[in-house]
């Protein structure tokens, strides 16, 4: 007989729990009535009920059946819960922040309380202590509602709820009808948001606690990532320390277990620097299994810190050779080679380092090694470089070039001054150093010279840059930068040409070549000839965009064609005046 109304207790109250699932209120009503006949002492079943009598908004029975669950279980946090929802329906809302309360000191951070609490606590301060379901409905008629939901993530999937829609759409059709759907959970969501919206208090309450929910989370995974990795690597210790355990004897029908097994002790007296041993126990492992060809990388790598070089290179050929032959993996053939070059790099076979680091890198392309060909491949240029100087011959052909030059056989003395400075190329020196100096001395003429064979063959680009090389090594070597001004002339780019003649008249005052050169700006700016080509490479230069954008030319420029005295008067200024006549150059402003 017990055991039959035990059966029937836990039908009714599954029925019940499945009916208010499907929101059918009544049935569960009816279901948890008839489990409650058979246990009334069971407190679940009058939470249960009462959360359906909500369901119907008979929030007096609810409260009843609430009272009941409190009274069965006074330290059950989800009862207060139900309480202050029946409160919360029949609007007292200051008894239903009591029941709330209540049910906290008994389950702290139960998040229905928490929520629950949140909601008639904001609803309290609304109205000093009470708030009446007209003041809820209005929440929903907000002009803005609709907007208001479908920005915030939380509440815009909602809108897709077609029962969620209906409600709302009854609310705010009849705010009477507001009392029917406060059981309904999305709407009670949307009721707490709205809440919330109007109490920043709450929403930055909220916000802390949804911050500190998910730090506590990151925290707990951190927690969980970190003991995975300790669980891995003690499993990874227990199978080394099984396998530093073993004996040659497990591998008597294994050569390859055998030699990989050698090949590992090899490997830990390798990182602690006891090399001897890794060499024995690497050769051992070989002999073991002659075609496992990472033991021979790893000799060689032994080999290498022992600075044997040469049986560092000859371990690497045999892997490589050996590595072809089983069809080695390709990483491990490029490894070979990496280790070859290094040795070759040592013993300063660079030519043969450059070939290994080649050879390795068509194995497979890696970053470091593509690294290493390329200061390879810079010191061997280096060297040539090098060995191709000669001070006495750069002298020669510099004399020669000279010579060339007065006979007017300009392509001639180019090429003598290009072989000239190949075999005598311009270093930089330190200057605190005069023993330095005098050694390695910076010949900036042959630049300058050269620059003078390029202007002949009007090459103009290349005897600027040869130019620009000049004035690097020496930048108040004037006769280079009257010849640069003169490039810059014939490349229709006056405004620079004249920053150099300038310049070369500041060190030297009376110098022909720039007097002459200014001069032909001067006279360019008083042509009255416009230049299309030389305006739009104007135009493209930084300086004079600048002079173009800067406020105060623009007045300039307006006062010349409308106040002529305002002009001349601004003109006194040096800065104003150096502006306009860069301007005047370049072409884009011209005098009668």
């Not at 707990?220 to 003690?234: F, G, I, W």
């Not at 032994?302 to 080695?328: L, P």
């Not at 470091?368 to 280096?382: A, C, F, H, S, T």
Request: aromatic share 6%; with cysteine; net charge neutral.
């Amino acid at each position: 007989s017990i055991l039959l109304l035990n059966v029937n207790y836990e039908e009714f109250k599954n029925l019940g729990n499945l009916a208010f699932q499907r929101k059918d209120y009544a049935e569960a009503i009816e279901h948890f009535s008839k489990a409650i006949a058979l246990d009334g002492n069971n407190h679940i079943l009058f939470s249960n009920r009462s959360a359906s009598y909500a369901g119907v908004q008979d929030f007096e029975s609810a409260l009843k059946d609430a009272n009941k669950c409190v009274e069965l279980k006074p330290d059950w946090g989800k009862g207060y819960g139900r309480q202050g929802a029946a409160y919360h329906g029949l609007g007292n809302f200051k008894s239903a922040e009591t029941a709330y309360r209540k049910g906290l000191e008994v389950e702290p951070g139960l998040q229905m309380l928490v929520n629950g609490l949140s909601e008639v606590q904001a609803l309290a301060r609304e109205e000093g202590s009470t708030i009446g379901l007209e003041k809820i409905a209005s929440l929903f008629r907000r002009d803005d509602l609709m907007e208001i939901i479908a920005k915030s993530p939380k509440l815009a999937s909602f809108l897709a709820d077609k029962d969620f829609v209906e409600a709302l759409q009854s609310v705010r059709a009849d705010p009477k009808t507001i009392a029917q759907h406060l059981s309904n959970e999305k709407i009670q969501m949307l009721l707490q948001f709205l809440l919330m919206h109007e109490n920043p208090d709450l929403v930055r309450k909220a916000e802390e606690a949804e911050i500190k929910k998910r730090q506590e989370k990151e925290r707990q995974e951190e927690e969980e990532k970190l003991e995975r990795e300790r669980a891995a690597k003690l499993a990874q210790e227990a199978e080394k320390q099984k396998r530093m355990n073993l004996t040659e004897a497990d591998f008597q029908d294994d050569p390859r277990g055998l030699s990989e097994w050698l090949k590992e002790k090899g490997n830990n007296f390798y990182k602690n620097k006891e090399f001897d041993q890794a060499i024995t126990l690497y050769s051992k492992a070989l002999e073991a299994d002659p075609s496992n060809v990472a033991v021979l990388t790893n000799r060689a790598a032994v080999r290498f810190e022992q600075s044997k070089y040469e049986e560092c290179i000859s371990d690497c050929k045999e892997a490589i050779e050996t590595g072809r032959s089983v069809r080695a993996d390709f990483k491990i053939i490029a490894r070979a080679y990496e280790r070859m070059g290094n040795a070759f790099v040592k013993v300063g076979r660079l030519e043969e380092a450059a070939k290994a680091y080649s050879d390795s890198l068509v194995e497979n392309r890696t970053q470091e090694v593509e690294k290493k060909l390329k200061d390879v491949e810079k010191q061997l240029k280096e060297l040539s470089a090098k060995a191709y100087i000669n001070p006495e011959i750069s002298a020669q052909q510099k004399e020669r070039g000279n010579a060339l030059v007065k006979e007017g056989k300009y392509v001639e003395a180019k090429a003598a001054y290009d072989e000239a400075i190949r075999r005598n190329p311009v270093t930089k020196a330190k200057a605190a150093y005069d023993e330095a100096i005098r050694r390695n001395p910076r010949d900036h003429t042959l630049y300058s010279n050269r620059a003078l064979c390029f202007m002949k063959l009007m090459e103009w680009p290349s005897a600027k840059a040869d130019c620009d090389k000049a004035l690097e090594i020496e930048p108040n070597f004037v006769r280079a930068l009257e010849r640069r001004g003169n490039c810059y002339l014939m490349l229709k780019e006056p405004t620079k040409a004249l920053s150099d003649f300038n310049h070369g008249l500041s060190l030297e005052p009376t110098n022909q070549a720039c007097l002459v050169g200014k001069d032909r700006v001067n006279q360019n700016m008083f042509s009255g000839q416009r230049d299309e080509q030389q305006i739009q490479n104007a135009m493209k230069d930084p300086e004079i965009q600048q002079i173009l954008q800067d406020p105060v030319i623009s007045n300039v420029l307006q006062n010349l064609s409308t106040d002529p005295k305002a002009a001349a008067d601004a003109l006194k200024d040096p800065l104003i005046n150096e502006r306009i006549q860069k301007l005047a150059a370049a072409g884009i402003l011209q005098f009668a």
